[in-house]
Each structure stands twice: as C-alpha cells, then as structure tokens.
C-alpha cells in the first residue's frame, strides 16, 4: 500500500492505493496519525479511490486509527470506498461506526457541517 497526502484547511486527506492489508503499513499508519494529531491535525479522509482490496487486518488499521483520532477528539471518515472494500466493513458491521462518502469533498465538507 502507498500513501500519498494534503491538507485541505483543518482536514489531512490520505489517498490510499494498492492492496490494504495489514502488516508494516499499519505501523507506518498509525505513525501517520500520531503525527497528525501532534500537529492538530484530528480531522482525518481516506481516499480509498485506488485501493484494490481490503481484508480483515487492513480493516483492523483503519479501525485502530479511528479509535485513536475520536480519543483525541477527532474522526476518520472514507470517501470513494470501492464494492470490494465496502463489502468487509459492511459484514463487519462497522458501516454503522464508520461514514463513507462518495467523494474526498463530501467527506471534507462533513466535517465542517458536524456529519
């Protein structure tokens, strides 16, 4: 997986690509957010446009990173999240607990509305 990023005003946008899948890109993920957050970045989009297939450690990633963002008073929301991506959040359940938008702009803005 490769990680590319920007700012867009208070929010850090992540596009992700490849495969999600666990293993050492979850350390350099979680690295990422502590970072943000060090910086007063809690506002976190995935853009998951380019992200091939996720399984249940790469679910686990993004879970642990949305935990540790609302810890610090912040969110992790998902844009352009493929069927095949959305399928294991959705049987996990967790589409309850985690937002999808259809756009990196939707999930931007949302966080300015409160959604």
């Not at 850090?12 to 990422?32: C, Y």
């Not at 380019?50 to 810890?71: E, I, Y």
């Not at 844009?79 to 259809?102: D, H, M, T, Y």
Request: net charge neutral.
């Amino acid at each position: 997986m490769k990680i590319k990023e920007e700012k867009r005003g208070d929010v850090l946008v992540l596009f992700f690509s490849g495969e999600l899948m666990g293993g050492e890109e979850t350390k350099a993920f979680q690295e990422r957010i502590y970072q943000a957050i060090q910086q007063g970045m809690v506002s976190i989009a995935i853009d998951m446009k380019d992200v091939k297939w996720m399984n249940s450690s790469g679910l686990g990633m993004l879970m642990a990173g949305l935990t540790t963002l609302r810890g610090s008073g912040g969110d992790l929301k998902l844009a352009n999240a493929s069927e095949r991506v959305r399928r294991p959040i959705e049987i996990a359940k967790l589409n309850k607990i985690l937002q999808i938008f259809g756009s990196v702009n939707e999930a931007v803005e949302s966080f300015a509305s409160g959604g």
